[in-house]
Antibody, heavy 119, light 111 residues
Framework: EVLLVESGGGFARPGGSLRLSCAAS????????MHWVRQAPGKGLVWVSR????????NYADSVRGRFTISRENARNTLYLQMSSLRAEDTGVYYC????????????WGQGTPVTVSS | QSALTQPASVSGSPGQSIAISCTGS?????????VSWYQQHPGQVPKLIIY???IRPSGVSDRFSGSKSGNTASLTISGLQGEDEANYYC???????????FGGGTQLTVL
């Protein structure tokens, strides 16, 4: 069974930092691209970032580029999202998702970890 | 990259069919057959229901179907059931520096 379990969410002040983790199991993690998708309270889904299987190709949404860093540790089957210079508009639930190759859709989702940025 | 455009809400009666549109541009929806749709019930995790414009993952009801014409993709739900009441999101690959973009979401109400 494919499982994605996020952790690391919580409360941060504007300008602060948080590091999210996503522990993957039930599939060959090192073979898959992975993404982060977020959802502000009562709002829609927003794609945040993607990393390819060996971590050499990375993309970001314009709204987080230069502030967020995606990475992965294949030996630990873990995906990360380092979030810095946090803003109130970064508040929401952050989902770890698996890329379904070659359709480039998101076939498995974690339960999400909530992030609140407030002064 | 601007979000794809979806109607904020649609409604239908049990047994009816409804369609949800997802309008993008020639850079995303119109340029790649990489449109996917997600169903999200309140308080739950999104679920993939259509990928590659019109392909259903294993286990997804055949009442759900997808299509695309030009820069607009559509999700059709036939034989509406109460359990279909949820939010639906389209997503498209754009090939740009921010390669994936979601629609704003459509709330489906089953009357």
């Amino acid at each position: 069974e494919v499982l994605l379990v996020e952790s690391g969410g919580g409360f941060a002040r504007p300008g602060g930092s948080l590091r999210l983790s996503c522990a993957a199991s039930g599939f060959n993690f090192r073979s898959y691209w992975m993404h982060w998708v977020r959802q502000a309270p009562g709002k829609g889904l927003v794609w945040v970032s993607r990393i390819n299987s060996d971590g050499t190709t990375i993309n970001y949404a314009d709204s987080v580029r230069g502030r967020f860093t995606i990475s992965r540790e294949n030996a630990r089957n873990t995906l990360y999202l380092q979030m810095s210079s946090l803003r109130a508009e970064d508040t929401g639930v952050y989902y770890c998702t698996r890329n379904a190759d070659p359709t480039w859709s998101f076939d498995y989702w974690g339960q999400g970890t909530p992030v609140t940025v407030s002064s | 990259q601007s979000a794809l455009t979806q109607p904020a809400s649609v409604s239908g009666s049990p047994g009816q069919s409804i369609a949800i549109s997802c309008t993008g541009s020639s850079s995303d929806v119109g340029n790649y057959d990489l449109v996917s749709w997600y169903q999200q019930h309140p308080g739950q995790v999104p679920k993939l229901i259509i990928y590659g414009v019109n392909i259903r993952p294993s286990g997804v009801s055949d009442r759900f179907s997808g299509s695309k014409s030009g820069n607009t993709a559509s999700l059709t739900i036939s034989g509406l059931q109460g359990e279909d009441e949820a939010n639906y999101y389209c997503c498209a690959y754009t090939g740009s520096g921010s390669p994936w973009v979601f629609g704003g979401g459509t709330q489906l109400t089953v009357l």
